[in-house]
């Protein structure tokens, strides 16, 4: 249960209510427990009544409010009586059904309050968690925590719960008054009771074993569909429709076969609970009997009847024993699957105290040292550059050289083994994270657009901007005329991921989105792989006009002939192979000469793809 203990502040934080909700449980079960007393009573009567009755010693002790109704009624007409007990039992009832809606109304309302806290906790704290955390865990089967996970919880802080309290009070209300009124028959009765609890200790412990195995199946079969909608034009040109189906059937197989197993195990369960509710009926009435017809025993017919509504009131708490578990069962292992997520770390902090510097383009990479974690890739080894205010340096080099990970490194989403990246002198890593990342602006390689507006998209990450501003920005990017020629314009919805726009458009979208942001430093990582040279012209020449007076790093795997870099920097393997400007590196006989000379062969119309 100790990985249940990080829900107790949620119990705390809505305290009212669950104390309310056990006041109300108690009260329902109150006032449902009354009733077999006033039926024993009312059969003792009718029982007195019958020809050739003989008394009989009852020393049964009554509740005080049934002592006190007895008491009213014992000498009234017997019909007046019958009624007054009736409308007793009936006003019982009312008012059990009543506290028994509070109960609903607190416990249950408590748990979905939980659920939305618990939810909102587990999204914020995914958030704070760095890129290597995303790269190591699969979508999928994050959904899966904060959704599947985090439900069953609430079938724990909600009707687990509530069904536990009430179970506890009405053992509790009903083995006082049973033992009350006769503690050998009491006995006798609850004899099942210890096979009973052995039972409930084997299922339960092959509940959490199967339990945990289906969450892991479940993770993993969320994983495998949300890959296949993401990936579904990939497995589509592949013709790959029937191989994914027939992986996402065997992995539906696992699936159901451990969920039919963890059903025929609470299967066996259930019945025994019958079994065993039906013993204790069947040795009340044979027993019970037995000691009725012994004028000596102090069981009456009374006595008889109420033990049988007695029994007859236990049956759903006992019988939801091991539902109850079961829900427990289940929470223990979901929130133990939510708790190695919230336990983690992020490796990148928020700096205290943390400094806000004017930022205006001065960077400094001191021997910048990186290896990913994941990979034990060394993507940067001894690095140093200084990019000073208003400068446009390119970074080129072949796939792996480290030219995102100099992005990301600025961007702070990763921070360096050794070494040390400085803004205006400051060290990003005592520089606050948020003012950091609004004062860059990033243009990733991977481009991704939200399902919703062109405007939206554009406009992402800023409160307020006018309609002006996002035009401008989409005119900058090339994107503008392309927009207009939509049939709602900067209102039309694009699909997940950008997936109804063309890779050129989806790209120009997110530079317009980074253009808008206007800030002093601004990187652009290889994005106009998928642009047509004539719209890639377009766009260079907007930006050399945008980016006069920016610090701007545009990593990229062309030459841009048409803009003026201050700097071009060659990456091999992590390290500085080659630094200088266009005219000093086009004759040195690199890896730019060749990249230069390669790209001179291309046709003027070649495309790198469709725009």
């Known amino acids: ?67 006190w109704l007895v008491g009213f009624t014992r000498d009234l007409p017997f019909s007046r009586m019958l009624l007054a007990n009736g409308l007793v039992l009936l006003a019982t009832a009312l008012l059990s059904g009543f506290f028994l809606f509070l109960t609903r109304q607190t416990i249950i309302v408590m748990s ?99 339990s945990e195995r289906i969450q892991r199946l479940l993770s993993e079969l969320t994983t495998t569909a949300q890959e296949s909608y993401s990936g579904i034009r990939v497995i589509k040109s592949f013709v790959q429709e029937k191989a994914q189906a027939d992986y996402f059937e ?41 000691y009725a017809m012994q004028p000596d025993s102090g069981v009456t017919a009374g006595t008889l009847a109420e033990f049988v509504m007695y029994i007859n009131i236990l049956t759903f708490p006992v019988s939801a024993i091991g539902w109850t ?49 994941h990979t034990g890739i060394r993507a940067l080894k001894d690095f140093t550059l200084q990019i000073r205010k208003g400068e446009k340096v390119a970074i080129l080099g072949r796939t792996g050289s480290g030219k995102t990970t100099l992005a990301q490194l600025l961007l702070r989403m990763y921070d360096p083994d050794s070494g040390g990246i400085r803004l205006e002198g400051v060290d990003i890593r005592s520089i606050d994270l948020h003012h950091l990342r609004q004062q860059v602006s990033y243009v990733p390689q991977d481009v991704f657009l939200f399902s919703d507006s062109i405007r939206n998209n554009i406009a992402f990450g800023l409160d307020k901007v006018d309609e002006a ?14 927009i207009m020629g939509f049939p709602q314009q900067y209102e039309t919805m694009i699909g997940e991921r950008g997936v109804t726009l063309s890779g050129g458009q989806k790209q120009r979208i997110s530079i317009a989105r980074a253009l808008l942001k206007n800030p002093d430093i601004i990187v652009f990582d290889d994005c106009l792989s998928a642009v047509d040279a004539k719209t890639e012209k377009q766009i260079i020449g907007n930006l050399d006009t945008f980016l006069n007076d920016k610090t701007a790093i545009i990593i990229t795997h062309r030459i841009f002939s048409l803009f003026r870099f201050d700097k071009i920097i060659v990456l091999d393997e992590g390290r500085i192979a080659e630094m200088g400007t266009h005219a000093e590196l086009v004759g040195n006989g690199g890896y730019y000469q060749y990249l230069y000379e390669h790209q001179q062969e291309e046709p003027d119309d070649a495309s790198p793809g469709k725009g």
């Open 1 to 67: 249960m100790k990985q249940l203990s990080v829900i107790n502040k949620y119990f705390w934080k809505y305290r009212w209510r669950f104390f309310l909700g056990m006041l109300f449980i108690v009260l329902s079960n109150y006032f449902r427990i009354l009733s077999p007393q006033i039926t024993g009573f009312v059969v003792d009567a009718v029982e007195r009544m019958l020809p050739g009755y003989s008394p009989k010693a009852n020393t049964h002790s009554y509740d005080p409010a049934v002592q």
């Open 112 to 210: 979905r309050h939980i659920e939305y806290d618990q939810k909102n906790e587990i999204y914020r704290h995914y958030q704070l968690l760095d890129l290597s955390f995303y790269k190591e865990n699969r979508t999928g089967d994050l959904m899966n925590r904060i959704a599947e996970d985090v439900s069953r919880v609430r079938m724990y802080t909600g009707p687990a719960l509530m069904y536990f309290i009430n179970l506890a009070v009405t053992i509790g209300f009903s083995l006082y008054y049973m033992f009350t009124a006769n503690a050998k028959l009491t006995l006798v009765v609850l004899a099942p009771l210890p096979l009973l609890a052995l039972t409930i200790y084997y299922v339960n412990t092959v509940i959490n074993r199967k």
């Open 250 to 290: 065997e992995n539906s197989e696992a699936y159901r076969n451990s969920a039919i197993g963890l059903a025929k195990m609470e299967a066996i369960y259930f019945p025994s609970m019958s079994l065993m509710i039906g013993i204790s009926t069947l040795l009340t009435i044979l027993v019970g009997g037995i």
């Open 325 to 373: 578990a079961s829900m427990i069962q289940r929470a223990i292992v979901s929130q133990r699957r939510i708790n190695e997520f919230l336990d983690m770390e992020p490796l990148i902090r928020q700096p205290v105290p943390a400094g806000r510097p004017v930022l205006h383009g001065n960077i400094d990479f001191d021997q910048v040292d990186f290896t990913y974690r």
């Open 469 to 482: 501003a996002v035009i401008g920005a989409a005119k900058a990017a090339s994107i503008h005329q392309e």
